[in-house]
């Protein structure tokens, strides 16, 4: 017989994550578990919201509009509250492919959202600063909003210890416009260390 543990999960819910993003500058931290017989998760968060209404359970990608699985009343400072899963819903959490909304009185359709990610080690991101002829370009700035690299002279960077989590990656060099490429944003650490995360300067 197999051993079952829960399992932890986390939810980092912010106003650029809703479709389309609010505006708000409120944030919470959220912490999801998955019960040892995979059919219950938990869910806990600490906001600063003046008066959440309400916690919604989704299933869906970054940047989608997804299914609603189950809704927990909200509360102030702390909201917690359990949902039924299935197996295919387990997958689709392990996938990244779940998150929360957390409404108030001011947004009642969303304020602020996260995507339920493995609550793992920290992870690295890497990529590459080129020219709009291929060549690499050094000594960029590139950022995931709270670490930064610096490209070497290849154009090549690593942002290291990055904690699961839902990022914008940014570039900057004095005198070039520089814009990531269709692939690098949103970066979605889960688990895993993010590769092809490149940029191009002008």
Do not use: W
Request: aromatic fraction near 8%.
């Amino acid at each position: 017989q197999v051993a079952r543990y829960p399992k932890s999960f986390v939810s980092d819910p912010r106003a650029y994550q809703m479709v389309p993003p609010t505006g708000s500058a409120a944030g919470a931290e959220c912490k999801v578990v998955l019960a040892a017989d995979e059919r219950s998760v938990k869910i806990s968060c600490l906001h600063g919201l003046p008066a959440v209404t309400k916690i919604e359970f989704h299933q869906g990608y970054v940047g989608d509009v997804g299914p609603l699985i189950c809704t927990i009343p909200g509360a102030a400072g702390q909201a917690q509250g359990s949902c039924a899963v299935d197996l295919n819903l387990v997958r689709a959490i392990f996938d990244g492919e779940t998150y929360l909304v957390l409404s108030s009185q001011d947004y009642p359709q969303g304020e602020i959202r996260g995507q339920i990610l493995q609550d793992t080690e920290a992870r690295n991101i890497y990529g590459t600063v080129r020219l709009a002829n291929g060549q690499g370009l050094s000594d960029v700035i590139v950022s995931d909003g709270a670490r930064q690299a610096v490209t070497d002279q290849f154009g090549d960077y690593q942002l290291l210890q990055v904690p699961s989590g839902v990022y914008i990656l940014s570039a900057g060099k004095s005198g070039f416009n520089i814009e990531p490429d269709l692939a690098t944003n949103p970066a979605v650490v889960n688990g895993r260390d993010l590769f092809l995360r490149d940029f191009t300067a002008n």
